[in-house]
């Protein structure tokens, strides 16, 4: 089973930036791929919103509302994805959350995995 422990959320003005974390923990074989995403207020859950993705390998995918202002990373060693987000805009209020794709052992099928979601308000 494995858990995603986020950090780093939190009240920022218009501008700012904010450094998010995620910490994979629990019993695991290996992990595929690991992103963020947001569900902006009113919205449910099935209109979450993908922000960002990246491989085990380092491939990156970022959603072209938030390219050039916010950049995920990867530390494999630590089972830890980040997103650093600068130019932070009021539209970009919402709970983020971390997924990933792993699977428990080695012969085990693939699982998406989610987190308990920290929130990111940006003021005017």
């Known amino acids: 089973q494995v858990q995603l422990v986020e950090s780093g959320g939190g009240l920022v003005q218009a501008g700012g930036s904010l450094r998010l974390s995620c910490a994979a923990t629990g019993s695991f074989s290996s992990i595929n791929a690991m992103g963020w995403y947001r569900q902006a207020p009113g919205n449910q859950r099935d209109q979450r919103e993908m922000v960002a993705s990246i491989t085990s390998d380092g491939r990156t995918n970022h959603a072209d509302s938030v390219k050039g202002r916010f950049t995920i990373s990867r530390d494999n060693a630590k089972n830890t994805v980040y997103l650093q987000m600068n130019s932070l805009k009021p539209e970009d209020t919402a709970v983020y959350y971390c997924?990933?794709?792993?699977?428990?052992?080695?012969?085990?099928?693939?699982?998406?995995?989610w987190g308990q979601g920290t929130q990111v308000t940006v003021s005017s």
């Open positions: 997924g990933c794709n792993a699977r428990p052992s080695f012969l085990s099928p693939w699982y998406n995995y």
